[in-house]
T-cell receptor
Framework: DAGVTQSPTHLIKTRGQQVTLRCSPK?????VSWYQQALGQEPQFIFQ???????QRGNFPDRFSGHQFPNYSSELNVNALLLGDSALYLC????????????FGAGTRLSVL | GDSVTQMEGPVTLSEEAFLTINCTYT??????LFWYVQYPGEGLQLLLK?????DKGSNKGFEATYRKETTSFHLEKGSVQVSDSAVYFC????????????FGAGTRLFVKA
């Protein structure tokens, strides 16, 4: 049983560009959450998707957007990249309607030059 | 607002020493509590969890007890190994609303041989 998978593992972009990160949840999970982890910091919640809709959002600008597909996989899009967007982006999946844990993927490391 | 506070690191111990990493939380309602571990260059791995007061989570020799009266979830291990060197994050997950996870700042542990 595959866990949470994210792609790509590493990405280098320049300021102003746009990026799309992808996540496949653990089998059987219906909810995907995205987190940003700057170097040496704790993960910060970006948003959560359930039933193909954004259900909750953290304190991130509209440049950060997402999507969830009918197979529960998800994308995170970031427009107009800034140097400060350089971070490890973590995807976590879970079952929504239960006190279940979130399983995290290995992350995508984004470097903005 | 909801938050997690954990002891600052780094914590440096010799192999076979006793480990305690303190964690306290502030939350409305009754959150689930977690400890995650992050090895260099990797994503987050769930170490242990507790979903209600007085629950004890345990895994790989690590333990933590959900103390509602002191709003604490301290991590302990009786005898650490060099391979335990990593960053440890205490986290809470709200059981209402969007179920997002809030992390503490992380505590880096170094274990010397």
């Amino acid at each position: 049983d595959a866990g949470v998978t994210q792609s790509p593992t590493h990405l280098i972009k320049t300021r102003g560009q746009q990026v799309t990160l992808r996540c496949s949840p653990k089998s059987g999970h219906d909810t995907v959450s995205w987190y940003q982890q700057a170097l040496g910091q704790e993960p910060q919640f970006i948003f959560q998707y359930y039933e193909e809709e954004e259900r909750q959002r953290g304190n991130f600008p509209d440049r950060f957007s997402g999507h969830q597909f009918p197979n529960y996989s998800s994308e995170l899009n970031v427009n107009a990249l800034l140097l400060g967007d350089s971070a490890l982006y973590l995807c976590a999946s879970s079952l929504r309607l239960a006190k279940n844990i979130q399983y995290f993927g290995a992350g995508t490391r984004l470097s903005v030059l | 607002g909801d938050s997690v506070t954990q002891m600052e690191g780094p914590v440096t111990l010799s192999e076979e020493a006793f480990l305690t990493i303190n964690c306290t939380y502030t939350a409305t309602g009754y959150p689930s509590l977690f400890w995650y571990v992050q090895y260099p260059g990797e994503g987050l791995q769930l170490l242990l969890k507790a979903t209600k007061a007085d629950d004890k989570g345990s895994n790989k020799g690590f333990e933590a007890t959900y103390r509602k009266e002191t709003t604490s979830f301290h991590l302990e291990k009786g005898s650490v190994q060099v391979s335990d060197s990593a960053v440890y994050f205490c986290a809470l997950r709200l059981n209402t609303g969007g179920f997002k996870t809030i992390f503490g700042a992380g505590t880096r542990l170094f274990v010397k041989a």
